[in-house]
């Protein structure tokens, strides 16, 4: 199957810095990306569509100006957690479309002190 | 959207054959049934995928009925690595709005 990457798998912050998380297509190109949230004992919850070469799409409830997608290529999508704070904390996961399926990337754990 | 039901949680014995079902009353004609397997602290590995009547690969069976309300993943002899989350999402394959939502998941938890 295709493999998505994520980097970092971890990352630790103090509050009020800004925490940046690539995903990566590895083996496939990917015109559009995905990006989802859990917190333990959850599902999966869609932040947004990440569009390659186009402004992404939140899903409602989720603010754009905090946390900023930029898709600049066909294989990265990045998410930029910004001035983070504890309530940020959570498993972060991105997929991608190849063909028919989405794949997923193996999720970065984001702790902010 | 078509949104999923699947039972919360599930219990076995390894060596058994494990069928969870997920139920999709609105599934539109051009959506697609896809299941994955979630462990702790990781993503979602794809398992199977299918469209309509059955559907089998190395480690899982999907069925699908004609009406395609629901569709079951048949997980032969499970083991205790088999414990995981399975969710079940129903996205339309290409085109439309393809907007990715998972439900809550089946917590499968495999006993010696």
């Known amino acids: 199957g295709a493999v998505v990457s994520q980097h970092p798998s971890w990352v630790i912050c103090k509050s009020g810095t800004s925490v940046k998380i690539e995903c990566r297509s590895l083996d496939f190109q990917a015109t559009t990306m995905f990006w989802y949230r859990q917190f333990p004992k959850q599902s999966l919850m869609l932040m947004a569509t990440?569009?390659?070469?186009?402004?992404?799409?939140?899903e409602q409830g989720v603010e754009k100006d905090k946390f900023l997608i930029n898709h600049a290529s066909l294989t990265l999508s990045t998410l930029t957690v910004t001035s983070a704070h504890p309530e940020d904390s959570s498993f972060y996961i991105c997929s991608a479309k190849a063909g028919d399926t989405q794949y997923f990337g193996p999720g970065t754990r984001l702790t902010v002190l | 959207l078509a949104k999923t039901t699947q039972p919360i949680s599930m219990d076995s014995y390894e060596g058994q054959e494990v069928n969870i079902t997920c139920s999709h009353n609105n599934i539109a004609t051009n959506d697609y049934i896809t299941w994955y397997q979630q462990f702790p602290s990781q993503g979602p590995r794809f398992i199977i995928q299918g469209y309509k009547t059955k559907v089998t690969n190395e480690v899982a069976s999907l069925f699908i009925p004609a009406d395609r309300k629901s569709s079951t993943l048949s997980l032969p002899r499970v083991s205790l690595s088999d414990t995981a989350v399975y969710y079940c999402?129903?996205?339309?394959?290409?085109?439309?709005?393809?907007?990715?939502?998972f439900g809550r998941g089946t917590s499968l938890i495999v006993h010696p």
């Open positions: 990440s569009n390659e070469g186009s402004k992404a799409t939140y």
């Open positions: 999402l129903v996205a339309p394959a290409s085109g439309g709005s393809y907007i990715p939502t």
